[in-house]
Protein backbone atom coordinates (compact mmCIF):
# COMPACT_ATOMS: atom_id res chain seq x y z
CA UNK A 1 0.00 0.00 0.00
CA UNK A 2 2.50 2.42 1.22
CA UNK A 3 5.47 3.03 3.62
CA UNK A 4 3.39 4.05 6.29
CA UNK A 5 1.17 0.66 6.00
CA UNK A 6 3.11 -2.16 4.92
CA UNK A 7 1.15 -4.91 2.40
CA UNK A 8 1.60 -7.56 4.78
CA UNK A 9 0.29 -5.86 7.82
CA UNK A 10 -3.55 -5.32 8.40
CA UNK A 11 -3.52 -1.42 9.56
CA UNK A 12 -6.58 0.06 11.65
CA UNK A 13 -8.30 3.28 11.26
CA UNK A 14 -11.00 4.51 13.36
CA UNK A 15 -13.34 6.72 11.39
CA UNK A 16 -15.79 8.84 13.12
CA UNK A 17 -18.51 11.21 11.46
CA UNK A 18 -21.95 12.11 12.88
CA UNK A 19 -23.48 10.62 9.40
CA UNK A 20 -24.09 7.20 8.65
CA UNK A 21 -23.61 7.38 4.83
CA UNK A 22 -20.53 8.79 5.17
CA UNK A 23 -19.13 6.24 8.23
CA UNK A 24 -20.51 3.41 5.84
CA UNK A 25 -18.78 4.49 2.66
CA UNK A 26 -15.64 5.18 4.44
CA UNK A 27 -16.13 1.52 5.98
CA UNK A 28 -16.61 -0.10 2.95
CA UNK A 29 -13.85 1.67 1.10
CA UNK A 30 -10.94 1.02 3.52
CA UNK A 31 -12.10 -2.04 4.66
CA UNK A 32 -11.83 -3.41 0.24
CA UNK A 33 -8.49 -1.85 0.44
CA UNK A 34 -7.46 -4.19 3.15
CA UNK A 35 -7.97 -2.17 6.36
CA UNK A 36 -9.50 -3.43 9.42
CA UNK A 37 -11.87 -0.47 10.59
CA UNK A 38 -13.74 0.69 13.47
CA UNK A 39 -16.24 3.44 13.13
CA UNK A 40 -18.06 5.97 15.62
CA UNK A 41 -20.96 8.59 14.98
CA UNK A 42 -20.04 10.81 17.83
CA UNK A 43 -16.31 11.77 19.50
CA UNK A 44 -17.34 10.62 22.67
CA UNK A 45 -18.26 7.08 21.23
CA UNK A 46 -14.89 7.48 19.27
CA UNK A 47 -12.63 7.62 22.63
CA UNK A 48 -13.39 4.06 23.77
CA UNK A 49 -11.85 2.73 20.74
CA UNK A 50 -8.80 4.28 22.39
CA UNK A 51 -8.89 2.49 25.39
CA UNK A 52 -5.92 1.00 26.25
CA UNK A 53 -7.28 -2.58 26.54
CA UNK A 54 -8.36 -2.02 23.09
CA UNK A 55 -6.71 -2.66 19.78
CA UNK A 56 -4.27 -0.39 18.98
CA UNK A 57 -5.51 2.22 16.09
CA UNK A 58 -2.79 3.08 13.45
CA UNK A 59 -5.10 6.24 11.85
CA UNK A 60 -8.45 8.20 13.33
CA UNK A 61 -10.41 10.14 10.16
CA UNK A 62 -12.58 12.60 11.95
CA UNK A 63 -15.08 14.73 11.14
CA UNK A 64 -14.42 18.02 12.08
CA UNK A 65 -18.00 19.62 12.34
CA UNK A 66 -20.03 17.16 14.47
CA UNK A 67 -23.03 17.73 17.51
CA UNK A 68 -21.19 17.14 20.72
CA UNK A 69 -17.32 17.26 20.61
CA UNK A 70 -16.40 18.71 17.45
CA UNK A 71 -13.42 16.97 15.66
CA UNK A 72 -10.85 19.43 16.70
CA UNK A 73 -11.33 18.61 20.48
CA UNK A 74 -11.55 14.87 19.44
CA UNK A 75 -8.18 15.04 17.85
CA UNK A 76 -7.13 17.13 20.63
CA UNK A 77 -8.17 14.73 23.13
CA UNK A 78 -6.51 11.61 21.04
CA UNK A 79 -3.38 13.67 20.90
CA UNK A 80 -3.45 13.81 24.72
CA UNK A 81 -3.93 10.03 24.88
CA UNK A 82 -1.53 8.87 22.40
CA UNK A 83 0.95 11.38 21.10
CA UNK A 84 1.64 9.33 18.18
CA UNK A 85 -1.51 8.74 16.63
CA UNK A 86 -1.75 9.77 12.95
CA UNK A 87 -5.14 11.87 12.34
CA UNK A 88 -6.79 13.06 9.06
CA UNK A 89 -9.81 16.00 9.79
CA UNK A 90 -12.30 15.87 6.90
CA UNK A 91 -15.04 18.34 6.09
CA UNK A 92 -17.65 19.12 3.92
CA UNK A 93 -17.63 22.45 5.22
CA UNK A 94 -15.31 24.84 3.16
CA UNK A 95 -12.64 26.10 5.51
CA UNK A 96 -14.20 29.78 6.29
CA UNK A 97 -17.50 27.80 7.43
CA UNK A 98 -15.56 25.35 9.51
CA UNK A 99 -13.46 28.00 11.60
CA UNK A 100 -17.22 29.65 11.67
CA UNK A 101 -18.77 26.83 13.02
CA UNK A 102 -16.02 25.15 15.23
CA UNK A 103 -13.98 28.01 16.16
CA UNK A 104 -10.69 29.82 15.26
CA UNK A 105 -9.06 26.98 16.83
CA UNK A 106 -9.56 25.32 13.58
CA UNK A 107 -7.22 27.65 11.91
CA UNK A 108 -3.97 25.57 13.72
CA UNK A 109 -4.86 22.57 10.97
CA UNK A 110 -3.85 22.65 7.32
CA UNK A 111 -6.64 22.15 4.72
CA UNK A 112 -4.91 19.67 2.04
CA UNK A 113 -7.89 20.31 -0.46
CA UNK A 114 -8.36 23.91 -1.65
CA UNK A 115 -12.03 23.89 -2.49
CA UNK A 116 -13.35 25.22 -5.66
CA UNK A 117 -14.27 29.04 -5.91
CA UNK A 118 -17.70 29.08 -6.09
CA UNK A 119 -17.67 31.86 -9.42
CA UNK A 120 -15.89 29.25 -11.35
CA UNK A 121 -18.22 26.80 -13.50
Not at 13 to 29: I, K, M, P
Amino acid sequence: MSELFPENESETVAVVDDQAVVLEFCRTTLERAGFKVFTASSGEQALSLFKPNRSPIDLAVIDIVMPGMSGIELAKRLERLNAGVRIVLMSGYSPDEVKRVVGETASQYRCGVNPKNETES
